[in-house]
């Protein structure tokens, strides 16, 4: 082959060869932009907290409608419509002491939408069922604490002790004599009694009811010895001397009955005993929205109608952030599943 036909088919193939380079950078560059403009970024694929909520939020109460979670649910639920400008709608879940409602939180999508307002079962039950549907723990973010509602000790007006001190001698002398009612085995006044047996050394007798209502009418009617009974249930009957109130479950004194000592100021220091409820949505839920609604919360709290609200019912507002949330949940868990195993409760 001549030489200069050669060097022709040589310069041919690089014209070619830089048409299809050329050809190739302009239809991979739109391609690829296109690309990165249909696939988030790692920013846009978690929601943010202005743009939450984008729909109705569903709050599972664990509880039937009209009990004491209900009621403080709906509340929440009013307070958090109007701050949040989405509808908060409430979805009661009753059944297996909490456990049916939680375990579709617990399954639900981590985006905000449905979150759960649980009580003091939700640290209790993982020591009493042997089987959970899911981890109390890892399966959950905690959101805000809502309230706390302590008890208080009531006596039969035929026991003569009046104080805590008083009470503890007497109960020593007459140990597996002296019966105490309660909602439940397992229910948080229970592990009210149960707490004061072990701190105390004496031996009461439990007798469980469906419901505490039924176990304070029998205190009244004296079948019962003592119970450690809802505050607003059992403070009118106090007050009137049906009954005789020894001292509250929690840390401090109450605003809504200051005259009463706490358990730990008569005696038992350390004692504390408080029901709870707290807002918790579905683990891996982004930090931001998490944020948001803790702070909605512990504003709503703050509000005077809500105030007044909680001591109606005998509970007293406990903000905390998040992460405090997360560690007082684990620390309930440690005390309460300790002192379940060392007394042998046992769900109904």
């Given at each position: 082959?001549?030489?200069?036909?050669?060097?022709?088919?040589?310069?041919?193939?690089?014209?070619?060869?830089?048409?299809?380079?050329?050809?190739?950078?302009?239809?991979?560059?739109?391609?690829?932009?296109?690309?990165?403009?249909?696939t988030p970024s790692a920013s846009a694929a978690q929601p943010s907290a202005?743009?939450?909520?984008?729909?109705?939020?569903?709050?599972?109460?664990?509880?039937?409608?009209?009990?004491?979670?209900?009621?403080?649910?709906?509340?929440?639920?009013?307070?958090?419509?109007?701050?949040?400008?989405?509808?908060?709608?409430?979805?009661?879940?009753?059944?297996?002491?909490?456990?049916?409602?939680?375990?579709?939180?617990?399954?639900?999508?981590?985006?905000?939408?449905?979150?759960?307002?649980?009580?003091?079962?939700?640290?209790?039950?993982?020591?009493?069922?042997?089987?959970?549907?899911?981890?109390?723990?890892?399966?959950?973010?905690?959101?805000?604490?809502?309230?706390?509602?302590?008890?208080?000790?009531?006596?039969?007006?035929?026991?003569?002790?009046?104080?805590?001190?008083?009470?503890?001698?007497?109960?020593?002398?007459?140990?597996?004599?002296?019966?105490?009612?309660?909602?439940?085995?397992?229910?948080?006044?229970?592990?009210?009694?149960?707490?004061?047996?072990?701190?105390?050394?004496?031996?009461?007798?439990?007798?469980?009811?469906?419901?505490?209502?039924?176990?304070?009418?029998?205190?009244?009617?004296?079948?019962?010895?003592?119970?450690?009974?809802?505050?607003?249930?059992?403070?009118?009957?106090?007050?009137?001397?049906?009954?005789?109130?020894?001292?509250?479950?929690?840390?401090?004194?109450?605003?809504?009955?200051?005259?009463?000592?706490?358990?730990?100021?008569?005696?038992?220091?350390?004692?504390?005993?408080?029901?709870?409820?707290?807002?918790?949505?579905?683990?891996?839920?982004?930090?931001?929205?998490?944020?948001?609604?803790?702070?909605?919360?512990?504003?709503?709290?703050?509000?005077?109608?809500?105030?007044?609200?909680?001591?109606?019912?005998?509970?007293?507002?406990?903000?905390?952030?998040?992460?405090?949330?997360?560690?007082?949940?684990?620390?309930?868990?440690?005390?309460?599943?300790?002192?379940?195993?060392?007394?042998?409760?046992?769900?109904?």
């Amino acid at each position: 082959m001549p030489v200069c036909g050669a060097m022709s088919k040589r310069r041919e193939r690089r014209r070619i060869r830089k048409l299809m380079t050329t050809a190739s950078r302009v239809l991979i560059a739109p391609l690829a932009w296109l690309a990165g403009a249909l696939t988030p970024s790692a920013s846009a694929a978690q929601p943010s907290a202005q743009a939450y909520p984008a729909r109705p939020i569903r709050l599972v109460v664990p509880s039937p409608p009209g009990g004491g979670t209900d009621i403080l649910g709906r509340m929440v639920a009013q307070k958090l419509t109007v701050a949040l400008h989405n509808q908060v709608i409430i979805d009661n879940r009753g059944g297996a002491s909490g456990i049916i409602g939680s375990e579709i939180v617990a399954r639900a999508d981590p985006d905000g939408h449905t979150l759960l307002l649980c009580f003091t079962t939700h640290v209790t039950n993982p020591t009493l069922y042997p089987k959970m549907p899911y981890d109390t723990l890892r399966d959950f973010a905690p959101v805000a604490m809502a309230a706390a509602i302590p008890a208080v000790l009531v006596l039969h007006p035929s026991i003569p002790s009046q104080s805590v001190r008083e009470f503890i001698a007497y109960a020593k002398e007459r140990p597996g004599k002296l019966v105490y009612g309660s909602a439940g085995n397992g229910s948080a006044l229970h592990l009210s009694a149960v707490l004061f047996d072990t701190m105390t050394g004496t031996r009461m007798i439990h007798v469980p009811y469906k419901g505490s209502a039924l176990a304070l009418t029998d205190v009244l009617g004296g079948q019962l010895n003592l119970m450690f009974s809802n505050i607003v249930s059992a403070l009118p009957h106090a007050r009137s001397g049906r009954l005789r109130a020894l001292a509250v479950t929690s840390a401090k004194r109450l605003a809504s009955a200051p005259e009463l000592p706490t358990l730990a100021e008569s005696g038992l220091p350390g004692y504390e005993a408080t029901a709870w409820y707290a807002l918790f949505a579905p683990a891996r839920t982004p930090s931001a929205i998490v944020n948001k609604l803790n702070s909605e919360v512990n504003a709503l709290l703050k509000m005077p109608d809500v105030t007044e609200r909680l001591l109606s019912l005998g509970a007293e507002s406990m903000a905390m952030s998040p992460r405090e949330l997360g560690v007082y949940v684990e620390t309930e868990m440690a005390k309460w599943g300790k002192l379940i195993k060392a007394s042998g409760a046992k769900a109904d």
